[in-house]
C-alpha cells in the first residue's frame, strides 16, 4: 500500500517533469527556424498555478547568491513592466521565449505591430481566447470569443458606447469629483492614503451610471465588513482580485473549498455578484419600455426582444464589461494622482488649460462638448497609459497555420500555435520612438505648439509614429470603452484640478523632493495582479489644498 502510494507520488512530478522537458526540447527545435535570439524558460508563465506560486518563488530565488538567470528576470506575469524595453535593446526588435507550453515571441517594432494588426482583421493573429478563460466565470462573452459570435455580442453592446453615453459619463464624472475631493479634504493635513481605494469608487460609480443607469453618490473607503451581505462593489473587488485563484479552482470548487478560511468570503462574493448581475437584469427586464439608453437596456433589448443573446452572455458581457471599464480606469486614475502629486509643474501646466477653457466658470458646470478643448489634461491620461499601461501588452496567436512576419528584417515563418507579444511597455518607452527620456513621465511631450494664455486654444496634440501608441489596441479589436475612459479621466481631472492641487505628505525627515521621489517610487513598485497596479499605494499619503 505504502509502495503504491510512492510509487504515485513519484510518478505524478516525474511525470510532469517529463512532459516539461519534451515541451521544451519540442519548441526549441521550432523557435531555431526562427532565426531570432531566444531566451529559455522552465516554466509556462500562463499557467495559472505557476502565476499563484510564482510571486513567493521569486523573492526567495532572489536570494540566490551567484544569480537566477533569466528566472526572476523573465518568469513571472508582467516582467515586462520592470524591464521597460531594456530586452529589446539587448535582444533586438523580436526575440522568443521558449517555454515548455508555447513560444512567444516578443515585438517592439511599431511597423510589425501595424502589420499584425492590420492582418487581425483578416483573421490572421486573433487574440488567443484560451488565455482569458478566467473571464468566462459567469458566462461566455465577447473578450472570449471569435468571429460570428464576436461579432454579435461586439454589436449588441458596443452600439451604446455613443456620444449619448459620452455626456452621461462626463456629467457623472464631474458630479463625483467634486464628492471625492470633499472627501480627501476632510483627510486634513495627514493627508488621504486611500487613493487608489477611492479612484476604484468613483470609477465603478460612473460605469454603473452611464452603464446600468445606477446613480449613487460618491462614498470613501470603510472598513469592509467582514462578515454580513456583501456589496456589488466589494464583491466585484474580491472576483477581479482574486480572478487567477478562481480560474485555477474553478467556481464550483471554490463553492466546495468555501470552509476554508479566505475562500468563504470569496465563494459568496461570485454567488453574490451572480445575483446582483440578474437582480439588474431583470430590473432592466421590468424597465425596458422606457427611453433609456445604456449598455443594460442594449443587452436586455438583445437578449429579449431580439434574441440575440443567451441569458448567460448577457451574465459574462455584463461582468467582462464591469471588469475590462473598472479596474483599468480606476488603476491609471491611481497612477495619474500620485504621478501628478509628485510633479506640481504639470498640475499648474493642467490648472492654467482647465482655467482657460471654464474662463471664470464653476468646474462643474463645464458641458461634455468642451472636451476636445481639454488637450493638455488628456495628454495627461496619454502619458500614464504610455508608461502604466494596464495590460502591458497584447498577446495574438498564429492560430493553426504558419504565418509569414517580418521578424528583425527577415521574412520568417512563425510556425501555428504561436504566441506573439506586442510588447506595448517596450514599443510605448523605445528611445526610437520616444527619444531618450522615453521612460520619463512627461505629458508635455504631448502637446505640439508651446503658447500659454490665449495661445492654448492653438495647441495640437501630437501623433506619435503608428503602432507605436496603442495603449486601447486598435483595429478589429480595439477597446469598446476608449472614449468612455477619455471622457471620465478627463471631466474628474477637470474638476479637480481647477481649483485645488496636491502634495505628498512628508515623512519625518523629508523634505519636498524627497517626498515626491518616495512617491514616484511607489509608482514604480508595480506588478501584474490582473492588470498592471501599485503594490503598496497606501504608503502615498497626499494632502489636497485650496488653490489661491
Ligand atoms: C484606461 C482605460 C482602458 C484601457 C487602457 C483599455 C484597454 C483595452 C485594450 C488594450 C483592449 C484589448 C484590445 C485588443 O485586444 O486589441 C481592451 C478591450 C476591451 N475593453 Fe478596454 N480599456 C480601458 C477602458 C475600458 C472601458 C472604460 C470599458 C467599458 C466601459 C472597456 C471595455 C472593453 C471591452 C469590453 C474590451 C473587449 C473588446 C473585444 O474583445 O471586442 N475598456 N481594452
Known amino acids: 500500500m505504502i509502495n503504491q502510494f510512492l510509487v504515485a507520488f513519484l510518478v505524478i512530478p516525474v511525470g510532469l517533469l517529463l512532459s516539461s522537458l519534451w515541451g521544451l526540447y519540442r519548441n526549441y527545435r521550432a523557435a531555431r527556424l526562427l532565426g531570432i535570439p531566444i531566451l529559455i524558460l522552465p516554466v509556462s508563465l500562463s499557467n495559472p498555478i505557476w502565476m499563484?506560486?510564482?510571486?513567493?518563488?521569486?523573492?526567495?530565488?532572489?536570494?540566490?547568491?551567484?544569480?537566477?538567470?533569466?528566472?526572476?528576470?523573465?518568469?513571472?506575469?508582467?516582467?515586462?513592466?520592470k524591464d521597460r524595453g531594456r530586452a529589446h535593446l539587448e535582444y533586438g526588435d523580436a526575440f522568443v521565449t521558449v517555454t515548455p507550453g508555447k513560444n512567444w515571441i516578443y515585438v517592439c517594432d511599431a511597423n510589425v505591430v501595424s502589420d499584425i494588426i492590420r492582418r487581425e482583421r483578416q483573421g490572421e493573429f486573433e487574440r488567443p481566447v484560451e488565455l482569458l478563460a478566467m473571464l468566462d466565470v459567469f458566462g461566455p462573452n465577447l473578450s472570449t470569443v471569435h468571429g460570428a459570435d464576436w461579432q454579435r455580442q461586439r454589436k449588441c453592446t458596443a452600439a451604446t458606447f455613443n456620444e449619448h453615453n459620452n455626456g452621461l459619463v462626463w456629467a457623472e464624472s464631474l458630479r463625483q469629483s467634486k464628492q471625492m475631493l470633499e472627501y480627501?479634504?476632510?483627510?486634513?493635513?495627514?493627508?488621504?492614503?486611500?487613493?487608489?481605494?477611492?479612484?476604484?469608487?468613483?470609477?465603478?460609480?460612473?460605469?454603473?451610471?452611464?452603464?446600468?443607469?445606477?446613480?449613487?453618490?460618491?462614498?470613501?473607503?470603510?472598513?469592509?465588513?467582514?462578515?454580513?451581505?456583501?456589496?456589488?462593489?466589494?464583491?466585484?473587488?474580491?472576483?477581479?482580485?482574486?480572478?487567477?485563484?478562481?480560474?485555477?479552482?474553478?467556481?464550483?470548487?471554490?463553492?466546495?473549498?468555501?470552509?476554508?478560511?479566505?475562500?468563504?468570503?470569496?465563494?459568496?462574493?461570485?454567488?453574490?455578484?451572480?445575483?446582483?448581475?440578474?437582480?439588474?437584469?431583470?430590473?432592466?427586464?421590468?424597465?425596458?419600455?422606457?427611453?433609456?439608453?445604456n449598455l443594460l437596456t442594449s443587452l436586455v433589448r438583445a437578449a429579449v426582444k431580439e434574441k440575440q443573446l443567451s441569458r448567460d452572455e448577457v451574465l459574462g458581457n455584463m461582468f467582462v464589461y464591469n471588469f475590462a471599464g473598472h479596474d483599468t480606469t480606476a488603476h491609471t486614475l491611481a497612477y495619474t494622482f500620485l504621478l501628478l502629486s509628485a510633479n506640481p509643474d504639470v498640475q499648474d501646466w493642467i490648472s492654467e488649460e482647465i482655467n482657460h477653457v471654464l474662463n471664470g466658470r464653476d468646474p462643474r458646470s463645464c458641458g461634455y462638448d468642451e472636451f476636445p478643448r481639454f488637450k493638455r489634461t488628456l495628454s495627461v491620461l496619454y502619458e500614464t497609459v504610455r508608461l502604466f499601461d494596464p495590460l502591458l501588452s497584447l498577446i495574438k496567436?498564429?492560430?493553426?497555420?504558419?504565418?509569414?512576419?517580418?521578424?528583425?528584417?527577415?521574412e520568417v515563418t512563425v510556425p501555428a500555435n504561436t504566441l506573439i507579444v506586442l510588447n506595448l511597455n517596450a514599443f510605448q518607452t523605445h528611445p526610437r520612438y520616444w527619444g531618450k527620456d522615453g521612460r520619463s513621465w512627461r505629458p508635455q511631450r504631448w502637446i505640439t505648439s508651446s503658447g500659454n494664455g490665449h495661445d492654448i486654444d492653438r495647441e495640437e496634440l501630437m501623433s506619435p509614429t503608428k503602432g507605436s501608441f496603442i495603449p486601447w489596441g486598435e483595429g478589429l479589436?480595439?477597446?469598446?470603452?476608449?472614449?468612455?475612459?477619455?471622457?471620465?479621466?478627463?471631466?474628474?481631472?477637470?474638476?479637480?484640478?481647477?481649483?485645488?492641487?496636491?502634495?505628498?505628505?512628508?515623512?519625518?525627515?523629508?523634505?519636498?523632493?524627497s517626498a515626491r521621489a518616495r512617491v514616484i517610487d511607489i509608482t514604480e513598485d508595480s506588478g501584474m495582479v490582473l492588470l498592471l497596479q501599485m503594490f503598496n499605494p497606501?504608503?502615498?499619503?497626499?494632502?489636497?489644498?485650496?488653490r489661491q
Open 184 to 293: 480627501w479634504k476632510q483627510a486634513g493635513e495627514s493627508g488621504t492614503k486611500t487613493t487608489a481605494s477611492d479612484t476604484r469608487t468613483i470609477a465603478l460609480d460612473v460605469l454603473l451610471y452611464a452603464g446600468f443607469g445606477k446613480a449613487f453618490d460618491f462614498e470613501g473607503i470603510r472598513k469592509k465588513p467582514s462578515e454580513g451581505p456583501i456589496s456589488y462593489r466589494d464583491a466585484l473587488s474580491l472576483i477581479l482580485e482574486n480572478a487567477v485563484l478562481i480560474l485555477a479552482l474553478g467556481p464550483k470548487v471554490l463553492q466546495r473549498l468555501s470552509f476554508i478560511p479566505g475562500l468563504g468570503r470569496l465563494a459568496e462574493a461570485t454567488v453574490q455578484f451572480k445575483k446582483y448581475m440578474t437582480d439588474l437584469f431583470e430590473e432592466g427586464q421590468e424597465k425596458s419600455n422606457l427611453q433609456e439608453s
Open 52 to 81: 499563484l506560486l510564482v510571486r513567493h518563488l521569486i523573492p526567495l530565488a532572489n536570494r540566490i547568491p551567484f544569480g537566477s538567470g533569466y528566472f526572476t528576470r523573465f518568469c513571472y506575469t508582467g516582467w515586462e513592466f
Open 397 to 410: 496567436t498564429s492560430e493553426h497555420q504558419p504565418r509569414l512576419l517580418n521578424l528583425n528584417g527577415n
Open 477 to 513: 479589436r480595439a477597446c469598446p470603452g476608449k472614449k468612455f475612459a477619455q471622457v471620465e479621466h478627463v471631466g474628474i481631472m477637470s474638476a479637480i484640478f481647477a481649483d485645488h492641487y496636491v502634495v505628498p505628505v512628508q515623512e519625518r525627515g523629508e523634505d519636498e523632493a
Open 538 to 546: 497606501e504608503r502615498a499619503a497626499l494632502q489636497w489644498r485650496k
